[in-house]
Every structure is written in C-alpha cells, then in structure tokens.
C-alpha cells in the first residue's frame, strides 16, 4: 500500500521508470527462473537415463549370471566325459566278454552328452575342419599330403562351447604342407 501511495506521489515520468525498473527486474527474475528450469529438466534427463542404463545393464547381468551358472559344474563334468570317451575307445568293441559294459558305457555317454546339450553345452569336434584358433588349441602340427594345410588331422581332446562361450578348446594336431625335399643327384641327372 506503501508503494501505491508513493506511485500516487510521483510524476508521471517517475511513474514510468519505477514501472520500467519492476519490469526489468521481473523480466530478469523470469529469464532467471527459465534457466533454472531448463537445467532442472536436463539433470532431469540425465538421472532418466542413467537409471535406465542402470537396469538394462542389471538385465544383462541377471541374463549372463542365469547362461554361466552353470560354467564350473559344466567345467567339473567335462572330466567325466572325457573318462567315458577314453573307455569307449581303448575297448575291444568285437570282444564279447566286455560288449554287455561297453553298451552300457555308450548309453551312459550318450546320456551325458544330451543332458549337457540341454544346458547348451555343445561339444566341439573339430576333424578335419579348419583351424579356428578362438576354439582350438594346437598341440603340434604334421605334414599331410592329403589334408589341406592348416586344417584339423587328429584331436587329442574335444573342447565345448556353453551358450556360444568358449568352455574348453579342442587340443587338436593341425595340417601342415610337406616340405619339399631337394631333388636327389640321381634324378638331376
């Protein structure tokens, strides 16, 4: 009421710049309050979008821990599998006396070897495919005049992928090219 009565008391020029002055200064407390705004909406923003990359990084998380817990167990059984492979193969199949244990033996490493392949577990065998250094490991390398060179001859140990991650790889022998031997004094002759 104060500031009426002195507006009241005031000249018509005095009038209009007290009146420019509080519209300046409101124009100001706007222009204030409309950048307090804007960052208040960008941090706004920000936080959005942090906790959305917090909760899709939490869902990749909780996807990875449910594809791999299962990894050590896998790893643990891959002993086993490997124990009834050896046997199958040192075993006489034409023996009669061990056929009824070799049958058997099969069946429990076909078993295996499906369950495993339920939990996504797939066995690598790699014969005489190429070397692929991501899933083989090579033991030694042989010259082979019928195997294309660099391709797998021999695995000494099959390896096993778990959901498309490299578990174990195939310890394998790879192909290499003959080398060429000097021409003999008889034949340059």
């Keep these: ?23 300046e200064d409101l124009a100001g407390r706007v222009h204030s309050l409309e950048e307090q705004l804007a960052a208040a909406q960008d ?21 990875k821990a449910h594809k791999f817990a299962l990894e050590k167990f896998a790893g643990d059984l891959l002993a086993v599998a490997d124990s009834l492979e050896r046997g199958l193969e040192l075993s006489n199949p034409d023996d009669e006396a061990v056929k009824p244990m070799r049958e058997g ?45 660099g391709s797998v001859l021999k695995v000494f ?21 003959p080398a060429e031997t000097p021409p003999s004094i008889d034949e340059k002759a």
């Design 105 to 149: 033996v099969e069946l429990t490493f076909k078993l295996l070897l499906d369950t495993l392949a339920r939990h996504q577990l797939v066995q690598l065998d790699p014969q005489g495919e190429p070397f692929n250094p991501e899933h083989h490991q090579a033991m030694a390398m042989e010259e082979s005049t019928h195997a294309e060179p």
């Design 43 to 63: 941090q706004s923003l920000r936080v959005a979008a942090e906790l959305q990359n917090i909760r899709r990084r939490a869902e990749q998380d909780i996807e």
């Design 1 to 23: 009421m104060a500031d009426e009565q002195n507006l009241d008391n005031q000249t018509p020029e005095e009038n209009e710049t007290a009146q420019a002055e509080v519209t």
């Design 157 to 177: 140990q099959k390896g096993y992928l778990l959901n498309g991650r490299l578990l174990r790889p195939a310890m394998v022998v790879v192909s290499k090219a």
